[in-house]
């Protein structure tokens, strides 16, 4: 019975909790292990789960805590890199003229990117994403807005030569 | 740039990642064999090979090897990084005799030591004086005289340090000032602990920079032995939007 009911559980939502741990960390093949260990902890604690009012929220929730402990792993991997004076690559100083979406949310800080990437390539309540993140609704609500003003203007060289049909844009 | 492009932009991008199914049920495994469910032990004797076969049905037994050679990344956050303890410090924080063998009986004013339930951090090799963006440094600096330097470099939106003198036997209560008007200074005994407990008041923040908190005892003070002493600090600071809970405890030996 769990078993099956875990199975179904796990083709219904595999796909979007390894989609949402791709939009957080920026990274393929850790977005899909990181979805993987939140399922396997949903296995785990699969009664809780299930007797949650929305087992889905519970295990992007999940995702999420997952998705920001590996960034931190690897912000202290890399800095261990700087201390041993491994050199690493740096982007430039100047920031690129295009950015792709993936690049431009890896700038906001974790809980704007956690939130803007919920309300709007999920298009979850503000209330469901308050849930998932455990803070406030306020909270999702400033730093949504926040995180959406930052991403435009990092993504605005992406949309103006659309805009303006080509026309050389002077900035 | 309206809402209308964020959204489709992020979709886009959503859509961009398929999740390789295979991968995930053998990591699933993998980490599933790692540790065994809390729920019981039965499955724990099944075994890896039983929770690869019973839930997963595919993916090759090479494949979850390979996975198993992942982390299996736990679930809570890693331990923090602690600040190297200071160990065995030699030099003496203030003048006095090689055996600090104070009487019990010398100090009636004292109620008798109440049963200490918390822990007291911050003795010699139990340390931890640094943790994200706030540092701290406790000294003697004269007889009768402690202090705790503390270098916030954020912002502190709560803070609740205590310089613990103890023993205090033989010890008359001195005063306490606060270094901060948003600070609050309070001064007590507890058992034979003189406690000088400094707390920012209910939101208000103490901005970055340096802070000094000095504890003033009398008494007998002359060849007094400032090696059990200690000092321990909880606050919370912003970084990058996200609250950080700091944790830091020391002692008053010079650092070297």
Known sequence: MREQAFHAFFEAHHVTLARLAYLLTGDTTAADDLAADALTEVWRHWDRVAAADDPAAYAKGIVA??????????????????????????????????????????????????????????????????????????????????????????????????????????? | MNDDFLRSELRNALSEHTPDRTAMLNRMAANRAATPSPRGRRLRLAGAAAAVTTVLGLGGVAQ??????????????????????????????????????????????????????????????????????????????????????????????????????????????????????????????????????????????LPSGTYVFTATYKGDITDRDAAQDTYEAFADTTVDDENKRLHIYGNYFPTD
């Not at chain 1, 709007?120 to 993140?133: H, M, R, S």
């Not at chain 1, 949504?144 to 060289?157: V, Y």
């Not at chain 2, 640094?130 to 470099?153: F, H, I, P, Q, Y």
């Not at chain 2, 502190?156 to 609050?184: F, Q, Y």
């Open chain 1, 65 to 171: 805590n997952l998705a920001r402990n590996w960034i931190r792993r690897q912000g202290r991997a890399r800095r261990g890199l700087d201390l041993l004076g491994f050199p690493r690559s740096r982007p430039a100083p100047d920031v690129p003229a295009v950015l792709d979406v993936r690049s431009a949310l890896r700038r906001l800080p974790y809980r704007r990117r956690a939130c803007v990437v919920l309300r709007y390539a999920f298009d979850l309540p503000e209330q469901e994403v308050a849930d998932i993140l455990g803070i406030s609704v306020g909270t999702v609500k400033s730093q949504t807005s926040r995180g959406a003003k930052q991403l435009a203007d990092l993504l605005e060289d992406l949309r103006l030569p659309d805009q303006l049909g080509g026309w050389e844009v002077a900035r």
């Open chain 2, 64 to 205: 979850w090897a390979l996975a198993g050679e992942h982390e299996p990344a736990p679930p809570a956050a890693p331990p923090p990084a602690t600040a190297p303890a200071i160990t065995s410090p030699t030099p003496r924080p203030s003048k006095s005799s090689p055996t600090p063998t104070p009487s019990r009986t010398s100090s009636p004013s004292t109620s008798p030591p109440a049963a200490t339930t918390t822990e007291v951090r911050g003795h010699p090799g139990d340390t931890q004086v640094e943790k994200g963006t706030l540092w701290s440094d406790g000294s003697v600096v004269a007889d009768g005289r402690s202090r705790v330097t503390l270098k916030a470099k954020t912002a502190l939106t709560s803070l609740d340090l205590i310089l613990r003198i103890e023993p205090a036997t033989g010890l008359t209560t001195g005063k306490v000032n606060s270094p901060d008007p948003r600070v609050n200074a309070t001064l007590t005994r507890d058992g034979n602990a003189l406690l000088y407990r400094f707390t920012l008041a209910k939101g208000q923040t």
